[in-house]
C-alpha cells in the first residue's frame, strides 16, 4: 500500500510570511500532483511535477519533486490572504495494482491573516 | 468547456438502502475516477474506469460499484449503506493515459447517511 505522508497539518501565518509543505513517502510515483480545494468544491489541479530533480513555479508558489521521484515540496513565498485553503499533494500510481490510482496527503490547511 | 459534471449535490439516504451518484466527464475524455473524501480520512480511491471497463479498484467492499456508459458517464452504486459511508464523493476524469499528469474534478455529491 502506497502513503503520502504531508505536513504539517495546519499552518497559521501572517500576509507577507513564506511558507513550504511536505510530502513524503517510502514509494515512488509516477508524477507528483498538487491541488487546491475549496470548501464544498473539488480539488483544482495546480501543477504536475514528473521528472526527478523537477522545478516548477507558478508566481509566488515553486513545486519541487525529489531526485527519486518519493517526495514533494510546495514552497510560498510572501503568502497573501488569497492563498487561503487546503493543499493536497497526490502521488500517480507506478504500476501494478497501484496503476491508474492516486494516493493523496492528508492534506494541509493553509490560513494567511491581513 | 463544460467541466466535470456530478448530481446530485446531497443526497440523505437511511442506513441499508441504496445510493446512486452520476457523473459526466468533459467531453473527449474517456476515463473516469471515483474517490470518497470522508472527515479526517482525506481523499480515498475508489474505482477508475475507461472505455467502459473497470481498470482499477481501491481498498473498497463489493457493494461499493458503478459502471461507464457507452457516452463515458459513468454511475457510482453503494448498496446496504452505513453510516460510515457518509462522505463527499468525488468524479474526476481525463484523455485516456493521462491521468499521470493530473485530473480535473467535479464538485462532488455530499451522500449523508441517517
Known amino acids: 500500500t502506497q502513503l503520502l505522508e504531508q505536513s504539517p497539518q495546519f499552518l497559521s501565518i501572517q500576509e507577507g510570511e513564506n511558507l513550504t509543505v511536505y510530502c513524503n513517502s517510502s514509494?515512488?510515483?509516477?508524477?507528483l500532483q498538487w491541488y487546491r480545494q475549496e470548501p464544498g468544491e473539488g480539488p483544482v489541479l495546480l501543477v504536475t511535477?514528473?521528472?526527478?530533480?523537477e522545478v516548477k513555479k507558478l508566481k509566488r508558489l515553486t513545486f519541487q519533486f525529489g531526485d527519486a521521484r518519493k517526495d514533494s515540496s510546495l514552497h510560498i513565498t510572501a503568502a497573501q490572504p488569497g492563498d487561503t485553503g487546503l493543499y493536497l499533494c497526490a502521488g500517480a500510481g507506478a504500476g501494478g495494482t497501484s496503476y491508474g490510482k492516486l494516493t493523496f496527503g492528508q492534506g494541509t490547511i493553509l490560513t494567511v491573516h491581513p | 468547456e463544460a467541466g466535470v459534471t456530478q448530481s446530485p449535490t446531497h443526497l440523505i439516504k437511511t442506513r441499508g438502502q441504496q445510493a446512486t451518484l452520476r457523473c459526466s466527464p468533459i467531453?473527449?475524455?474517456?476515463?473516469v475516477y471515483w474517490y470518497q473524501q470522508a472527515l479526517g480520512l482525506g481523499l480515498q480511491f475508489l474505482l477508475w474506469y475507461d472505455e467502459g471497463e473497470e481498470r482499477n479498484r481501491g481498498n473498497f467492499p463489493p457493494r461499493f460499484s458503478g459502471r461507464q456508459f457507452p457516452n463515458y458517464s459513468s454511475e457510482l452504486n453503494v448498496n446496504a449503506l452505513e453510516l460510515e459511508d457518509s462522505a463527499l464523493y468525488l468524479c474526476?476524469?481525463?484523455?485516456?493515459?493521462?491521468?499521470?499528469?493530473?485530473?480535473?474534478f467535479g464538485s462532488g455529491t455530499r451522500l449523508t447517511v441517517v
Open positions: 474526476a476524469s481525463s484523455l485516456p493515459g493521462t491521468g499521470v499528469f493530473g485530473y480535473t
Open positions: 511535477v514528473v521528472t526527478g530533480g
Open positions: 467531453s473527449g475524455h474517456t476515463s
Open positions: 514509494s515512488v510515483f509516477s508524477s
